[in-house]
């Protein structure tokens, strides 16, 4: 039962890591990385098909290395502040002004200081 659980949060934590690839500000590492300790436990295929996956097997492997690519340093932390942008000035509310920068702050302090990958 313990399995079956763990499999199914794992898919869920995988579909939840792929919608954030595609939106900005949905987490896609820690989606993805509960997926992978859940496969880890549950089913060893599911756990090698989610670290080879071309796409998404990369956040696992970057995150665990401590490292990221600069290209993708970039693209990440463009989203961030564009997607910031937009929302401040789509929103008028106090809460947007003060809670999204300082989250897209949080977010580029822990980005910068992730080693740059070659």
């Known amino acids: 039962m313990l399995k079956f659980m763990l499999r199914a949060v794992g898919v869920i934590a995988t579909g ?3 919608i954030g690839v595609v939106l ?13 300790y859940c ?3 549950s089913s060893p295929r ?25 290209q993708h340093k970039i693209f990440t ?5 564009l997607a910031v942008a937009l929302t401040v000035w789509r929103l008028d509310h106090v809460l947007v002004y003060t809670i999204f920068p300082l989250g897209a702050l949080a ?5 910068s200081r992730l080693t740059t990958a070659r």
């Open 16 to 18: 939840c890591g792929i």
């Open 24 to 36: 900005p500000l949905f987490p896609t590492t820690p989606f993805l990385l509960l997926a992978a």
């Open 39 to 41: 496969f880890a436990r």
């Open 46 to 70: 599911m756990h090698d098909w989610l670290l080879s996956h071309p796409q998404l097997g990369p956040y696992i492997t970057n995150y665990r290395s401590g490292a990221m690519s600069k």
């Open 77 to 81: 932390l463009g989203t961030i502040w």
């Open 107 to 111: 977010m580029t302090w822990h980005i």
